[in-house]
Each structure stands twice: as structure tokens, then as C-alpha cells.
């Protein structure tokens, strides 16, 4: 049976009508629900409603102590593979392209046609510039998704920056229909350097994001009345290829950022799947 095309007017509006939506404060009540006993009823049938792959969890459904817990869940270890070349980058999530390419100078695709700039997503002068006219990847994680987040490199993590935001769906109409939309939610910018020079990952948060957590630092995100923040490590911290990074705990977007000419990328076209580990693209220049 062939599904009618909901007109995109409709789906604009609704995406756009987020935006009067208290998102933020919905998220917090979702986080505080989902790390409760309780939301463990809701394990079932969430896994089922969004067709998640409980076959690679670390853990059986009923080990999980609560909705978060196994939404920030492990995978069963060696599931995936890391391409071990030294001149790799990998993919640092489960997850699907959303776009990917080379900086317009100082812009990036969110999709075709709607465009938004590196100031905006760093809201920092000095790393915004050092990433002109680079390569960027904008990776999503669908509930469906596994939401741990790894080092795309080696990394010498010297840096976080924080923006607290909104927290509006990252989802295709959202992405399609809301400009500039990653400037616009809470963020975190991890900066490193590299053997490609310097590299940012940065994890945007979604509707129901109520955290994203960090392996290395206690940065707290999504507090009420917290303003931005930027932290410099005196000692930067080493962190190799594949190491975990954080976790979402909920579907959200990871942005990469490299230097001009220092690697090629090479992801799937836009829409399509990538998982941790898998080969992105290669460094080409130290």
C-alpha cells in the first residue's frame, strides 16, 4: 500500500512549532524519569517501538536497572571492529550521515541548501578559525542507535567548551526545515590536537537529552541557569583511536572538524549508515 507524501508545509510547521515548546525542561523531567527503577517497564517497549538490536547489548533487557542504564548501554565486546592503520580516522558513533564535505570557509552543510557556520557552533574566535575551510562530518544517532561516543584518532584533548541551548529534535524535518539548528541546542566542543593537526568533536544535544556525559571530565550539561563555559587542560589528555569519549542519553549529533588539507574524507552519502570504528577517511598531511 503506497503511503501519501505528507505536504512539506505540514512538516515545516510542525518541526517549527518545537520551537514554543518548553523542550528543555521536558528534557530534564525525561532524564529524571529515565534514571529511575521505574522507567524500567519502559524498557520493552521502547527497544520494540524503536527496533534497537538488544542482541548487541553488553547486557540481557532485564539486567538493566532503568531506562537510561540501557539507553547508554555497552555493546558486546569485539562487536565491532577498528581499522587499525595509523592514518585512519573512524567513525566515532552508530549512527547515520547527515552531511559531509569541505568548510565553505567558515560554512558547513546541515543539508543541501541550508547552511551554518563554524563561529556558531564553537561560539569560539580563536578554534573557530583554525578549522576554515577544513573537512567537517555531522554524524545522527537515532533513538535506535547506540549513544557512546569514541575518538575518531588519537587525540591530546587540551580543551572543552560548553553552550547551553535549546533542545530542539535533530530528527530529517527538524534538520531540513529549522536554519542553523546545531547553534542553536546545548553542545559540547571537545578540542585536541592530533596527528592531522587540531580536531574537534562535538556532541550536540536533542529534545529529551536531558545529559551528555564525558569519560574525562565532570562537566554537568543541561543545569538550569548554567552559562556557557570553557575549560583548558594544563596537562592535555591523551585518549587513543576508539576509546570511549562520552554518551548521549538520548539520539543526538556529533559534529567532526578537521584542519584545511589535512585529511580526505570518505563517508557514505548522506542518509546512509556508518558504526564505530568504521573506516571515514585518512590523514593526509601531519
Request: aromatic letters at 10%.
Amino acid at each position: 500500500m503506497i503511503q501519501p507524501k505528507i505536504p512539506d508545509a505540514f512538516v515545516k510547521a510542525f518541526a517549527q512549532s518545537f520551537r514554543h515548546i518548553p523542550t528543555n525542561l521536558i528534557s530534564r523531567s525525561w532524564g529524571r524519569f529515565a534514571r529511575t527503577q521505574r522507567s524500567r517497564h519502559v524498557i520493552r517497549p521502547f527497544a520494540k517501538a524503536f527496533h534497537i538490536a538488544v542482541g548487541e547489548a553488553e547486557k540481557d533487557l532485564d539486567e538493566y536497572g532503568s531506562l537510561n542504564e540501557f539507553f547508554t548501554r555497552k555493546l558486546k565486546p569485539n562487536l565491532r571492529s577498528f581499522d587499525t592503520d595509523p592514518k585512519s580516522i573512524l567513525s566515532p558513533v552508530d549512527g547515520t550521515v547527515s552531511s559531509s564535505g569541505a568548510c565553505d570557509r567558515n560554512q558547513m552543510m546541515q543539508v543541501k541548501g541550508s547552511p551554518f557556520d563554524i563561529y556558531g557552533l564553537l561560539r569560539d574566535g580563536p578554534m573557530a578559525r583554525r578549522f576554515e575551510s577544513g573537512q567537517y562530518s555531522v554524524l545522527y544517532l537515532s533513538p535506535q542507535d547506540y549513544h557512546r561516543v569514541h575518538a575518531p584518532l588519537d587525540l591530546q584533548i587540551h580543551g572543552l567548551g560548553y553552550m547551553p541551548g535549546t533542545l530542539l529534535p535533530v530528527n530529517r524535518p527538524s534538520v531540513r526545515f529549522i536554519p542553523e539548528l546545531y547553534t542553536q541546542n546545548e553542545r559540547v566542543m571537545i578540542y585536541a590536537d592530533s596527528a592531522c593537526g587540531p580536531v574537534s568533536v562535538v556532541l550536540v544535544g536533542a529534545q529529551c537529552v536531558g545529559y551528555i556525559s564525558l569519560t574525562f571530565s565532570d562537566l554537568v550539561t543541561n543545569r538550569f541557569g548554567t552559562g556557557p563555559q570553557r575549560l583548558n587542560f594544563k596537562d592535555p589528555i591523551a585518549v587513543k583511536k576508539g576509546m570511549e569519549l562520552g554518551a548521549f542519553e538520548m539520539g543526538s549529533t556529533v559534529v567532526l572538524l578537521f584542519a584545511k588539507d589535512r585529511v580526505a574524507l570518505n563517508l557514505p552519502a548522506a542518509g546512509l549508515p556508518v558504526r564505530v570504528g568504521q573506516n571515514i577517511g585518512t590523514i593526509e598531511r601531519t
